[in-house]
């Protein structure tokens, strides 16, 4: 067999610690990982967590001590650092039974969710913190009521959120007071009924108006817009754009213009509008990722994604659907950067390309299909070579997201109406665009359509996999820089199967997956059980080609960038990879990553861009392209799968035709003829991507 010439191999297929018991019942394994997940985050699962991570501390605090640590690590973004602090407070709570403790540890962990927009878990420890009898009401009470205020504004519940930030008026303290005053003046401004608003905000003294700035001087524009006094807010949106200053100028100025496009839009100006918001999208493309708590602290939750969203919604009301794509570019990068902050240096995050540039990246026969999801409507362009076609798909994220997970769901448990629904998804996003000429397309997906296996999709006659060879983009920009890094020579494989962990359940085809692969190139060196450490992968990566890791893995939902690969624990290392170490690895000869850990092409989806988490991170780092799963895999379909891609691979062919060719096989055996089996596994990236003509044996 030829080599593979410069591959990071990440686990040439997804072995889950049920993956055998998922071939009989996924349905019943999806449910027990939602419930394990749930569990995860309870007060027992968060106080023992706390108990761990306070005994590994050198300098240890008292409880209250981590609870200032809690606050000030949510205030400046960093959800599971903020948590693992509460954690801690929890336990010194629970092991001295001090009420007083726990209720404050609870009111942390509240304002962390919220903050991190979990709003499930928000509500469970705020409610958690208030069934308590702290010392003093004012410091867990107050703040825990506006934790609840906060997530009733954010579900639309606007007369729940009134209700819940009275009752923290009512405890809260002198300095408090103001930033739940407006935050009531928000939600009555939310549910129509601005007077309410005005008049709360005209409780407030103007001393403690002016410390609030401009936050208060959005929330009195907002009301006046509310109440059609549209000229006064247009004044005051004006005043606010040019009295800011200081260190967050660009960031009021960005909320300023902005809410001079909502006044055009209640004046009935769209073209007017659009350019008011094309020049809110311009100040963000200026602002670096920075996380502002005061946004929640005043019930404001300025949302820089909704900017771009409204944007494009109006750049295709105008029928403008070249300047919606490149708004929906730039929206991506945007929440990248709102994402990793300045965490993380993500080598990808300012790539921009133009359309032009695009097109002049594609060969003949290939095209980019990129969608965008909005809250009522989607979008989807068709780019080639010559040009740029698009259609309006009629249904946005709260309609496509059930339609998407009931496909998920019919695939994974195996159900026979997968192609019946496979057909209609078909025909509700791809029915206007025309497929025919392109045998090779880039997918760029969005929203709930990262979940989507597009090759599984059925236009009546055939899937769409029987016609073109698919790779997923993040953006078109990061798909044509990596198109343009091409293939390199010489493979060394370095391989990780089943690390041994008292957090894994034990993975043996796991380590016979590294092994079977391990055989297909010279000079492999592979680590199973207790010698896959996660030291020695730091170590080893940047000096192979090939790296092959089959693992746990667990994604997180707070922060994305925590999620991690589980590798062997040992004395002095827990084995946890996470995806913020990831950034700092040099990666830049990899070529080719096959995630094998459950689930491993999933992420937290983040609004307006692509999944972050270990692909993202992986691809920062200099990977190339990656193979990764959609949901668990069978053992026996994957074999099959894998062994046909890499003979596709040996042969000349690339990337993304290996893979098409590897999952119609898989489909052809009529064990296999069901998408559960040949079609969990989606390639990243460089679908491009070539196989050295040596051969490896």
Known sequence: MRALHRILLLGAATVCAFAAQAQDNGNSIARDALARHRDANGILALSAEGRALYERDVIKLDGYGYCGRSVALAEQGEFRQSIRAAAKALHLGSSTDNEDLRSLAQRDLAIAYSYAGLLDEAEKFANGALALKPKNPQQAHAPSHKVLGDVAARRGRYGDAADAYTRSYALASERFRPLVLVSLANAYTAASRPTEALQQLDKLPKGEADKLGAFYLRSRANALLAAGVADQAHTLFQRIAADASGSDALYHRLWATEGLGRVELQRGNKPAALKAYLDTVALAEQLRGKFQSDEFKTGLFGDIQKVFDTALDLAIAQREFETAWVLSEASRSRQLLDAVRDRASDSLADHRITLAELQKSLAPGEAVLQFHVLDQRSVVWLVTRTGLSAAVIAQGQSGLAPLVEN?????????????????????????????????????????????????????????????????VWPSAAIGAKLLARGSVPAPQLLGFGNPSTDKNVPLPGAEREVQQVARLFNGS?????????????????????????????????????????????????????????????????????????????????????????????????????????????????????????????????????????????????????????????????????????????
Not at 428 to 440: E, F, I, T
Not at 553 to 567: G, Q
Not at 583 to 609: N, P, Q
């Open 407 to 471: 496909f998920r769901s019919s695939v994974i448990e195996r159900r026979r109406d997968t192609s019946t629904l496979a057909a209609n998804l078909y025909k509700l996003l791809l029915a206007d665009v025309d497929l025919a000429p392109a045998q090779r397309l880039y997918v760029v997906p969005h929203g709930p359509l990262h979940y989507l296996p597009f090759q599984a999709l059925h236009d009546g006659r055939s899937y769409l996999i029987e016609r073109s060879a698919l790779t």
């Open 525 to 697: 060196e592979i680590y199973l059980k207790e010698d896959a450490t996660k030291d020695r992968f730091k170590a080893s990566a940047g000096r192979h080609n090939m790296v092959h890791i089959a693992a746990h893995a667990e994604l997180d939902d707070v922060d994305p960038l925590f999620s991690r690969i589980l590798f062997a624990s040992t004395g002095s290392e827990t084995g946890l990879l996470e995806a913020r170490e990831i950034y700092t690895l040099d990666l830049r000869g990899v070529r080719l990553i096959t995630l094998s850990a459950c689930e491993s092409g999933l992420g937290r989806v983040a609004r307006g861009d692509e999944i972050i988490g270990f692909t993202r991170s992986l691809l920062s780092a200099g990977a190339n392209s990656i193979v990764a799963s959609l949901w668990p895999v069978a053992d026996d379909s994957t074999d099959l799968l894998m062994n046909r891609l890499y003979r596709e691979l040996s042969t000349g062919r690339d990337l993304m035709a290996a893979m098409q060719a590897a999952q119609l096989e898989v489909q052809k055996n009529r064990r296999f003829a069901h998408p559960f089996f040949w079609a969990p596994f989606n390639v990243i990236g460089n679908g491009r991507l070539l196989v050295a003509s040596e051969a490896a044996r």
